[in-house]
């Protein structure tokens, strides 16, 4: 089915607004009389959680399976800790907050905290990765909800286990695999993107194995110092034993894939070269890959390149070897006019021009991607996180985040954004919010 209602997830934290994070609930029926406008906004009941990450409580790919409901959404908080149960199943188009589960809970019982990417299990549990422990230092992992009662059940690996930092995971039970990349220590980055923290640990390097039957680590691959391993994804096939993961700082998308032996192996696949700038926070701006998707019939891949401001849109039909079929930028730190010259360039040939849709100047760079079932509508906004947001494109933090929609070409391949589409964040009743993570409520190319 065609995605009629989407949910993004909304923070209010670094704006100096002081209201509470919300759930927008947005239209996208094109013959609505509200298309492409909030719906219904649910604000959490606390203030500065940093809603971020979003995930349904019950597997759903398998669309003949009609036991599996996407009646509950999972709301972990990137700075609070918090997580939130919302149920969507009532009234799709007015969700209601139905359990909250307290910091001092997963403080106590598991040890772990600043809580990131989540994704239910075959078991019908639910597991959340982690990016640090209390205090804010650096401790990969994962906790577990139940799947019905929505009750902590505690960490899923072994203490000994814990990889140093954490973000985000994907998984294949065909393959009794997990893997998981590995994030920032929360407290540094928490102060801001800073050059001096380059070799320091501060960004991850890791992408781990784990056994999924048995929840322990058996491989790591050092893709390299100060890479920055932020989105994994599997193909969706579930028999394919290979996936992705880019890294942010490098501009490095490697392919990890099953050899002998249950044994797996990493290559390079892509490179997006930094460029040469200056009026910028360091003399090289690297691409920042925040976020990988791939379409339910594993024909594309697509990359969000936060900072120089550009969606990419690769073939796979040799996935060891993607082919770039598709560009379009909508913002980034490099437009023409900015505060930032770009003196050497591998690929563009000048700087590109600011985005204008429906009267509204577009800031900030592409975040997180969404893409429709049948792969010919992709989502983006445009807030990574909210104190990096505030260093490098206040003007978004002031004026507020926007969800674009991009038109694919799923013959030939190719981007063109939609200029009759634009849900502002910066007309919200409390004031510009920035907005993240994007779910249909019919399904999408990421549950």
């Known amino acids: 089915p065609r995605e009629e209602v989407a949910y993004v997830t909304c923070t209010y934290r670094e704006t100096c607004i002081d209201q509470p994070d919300f759930l927008a609930t947005i ?33 759903c790919t398998c669309f003949d399976n009609i036991t599996t409901k996407r009646n509950k959404l999972i709301l972990p908080c990137l700075i609070s800790s918090r ?27 598991c040890n772990k905290g600043y809580l990131s990417v989540v994704h239910s299990l075959p078991s019908g549990d639910i597991l959340i990765a982690n990016m640090g422990d209390p205090a804010g230092n650096g401790k990969g992992g994962f906790i577990v909800l139940d799947g019905e009662t929505f009750e902590l059940k505690g960490n899923w690996e072994n203490e000994c ?16 695999v997990l893997i998981s990349s590995a994030g920032l220590v929360p407290k540094r980055a928490g102060r801001g993107f800073n050059p001096d923290d380059f070799k320091k640990g501060v960004f991850g390097r890791r992408l781990n194995v784990w056994n999924l039957s048995c929840r322990t680590l058996t491989q790591c691959f050092d893709l390299g110092e100060d890479s920055l391993p932020l989105s994994v994804k599997f193909l969706h096939n579930p028999d394919a034993a290979e996936g992705y993961v880019s890294c942010a700082l490098s501009g490095i998308v490697y392919r990890f894939y099953k050899c002998e032996a249950n044994n797996w192996a990493v290559e390079e696949v892509i490179r997006i070269p930094a460029k040469d700038v200056r009026g910028w926070i360091m003399p090289k701006m690297p691409a920042f890959t925040v976020d ?38 909508v913002g980034g730190s490099i437009l023409r006019g900015g505060p930032v010259t770009v003196c050497r360039d591998e690929e563009l ?11 509204k100047r577009v800031y900030g760079g592409p975040s997180k991607l969404q893409l429709s079932l049948d ?73």
């Open 161 to 176: 286990e814990a990889p140093p930092t954490g973000y985000d995971f994907w998984y294949q039970p065909r393959h009794n």
């Open 292 to 329: 990988l998707i791939i379409s339910t019939d594993d024909k594309y891949l697509y990359l969000s390149n936060w900072l120089h401001g550009d969606i990419r849109q690769y073939e796979l039909s040799k996935t060891c070897k993607p082919r770039l079929v598709g560009q379009v930028f």
């Open 27 to 59: 239209d996208l029926n094109p013959r609505s009389p509200y298309y492409c406008q909030v719906i219904h906004r649910l604000p959490m009941p606390n203030l500065k959680d940093e809603l971020h990450s979003s995930g349904w409580s019950a597997g």
């Open 349 to 359: 040939k000048c700087q590109p021009e600011p985005l204008v849709i429906k009267c």
């Open 83 to 109: 997580i939130y149960v919302v149920d969507v199943g009532s009234q799709c188009r007015a969700p209601k907050l139905c359990k909250m589960i307290e910091p001092v809970d997963v403080f106590w019982k």
């Open 375 to 447: 792969g010919k509508r992709l989502y983006v906004t445009n807030s990574f996180y909210s104190t990096w947001d505030k260093q490098f494109y206040p003007t978004l933090v002031k004026e507020g985040s926007v969800m674009l929609q991009i038109d694919v070409d799923t013959e030939k391949g190719g981007l063109t954004v939609n200029k009759n589409f634009l849900v502002d964040f910066g007309r919200e009743p409390n004031g510009p919010c920035l907005a993240h993570d994007i779910h249909f409520h019919s399904g999408d190319s990421t549950s």
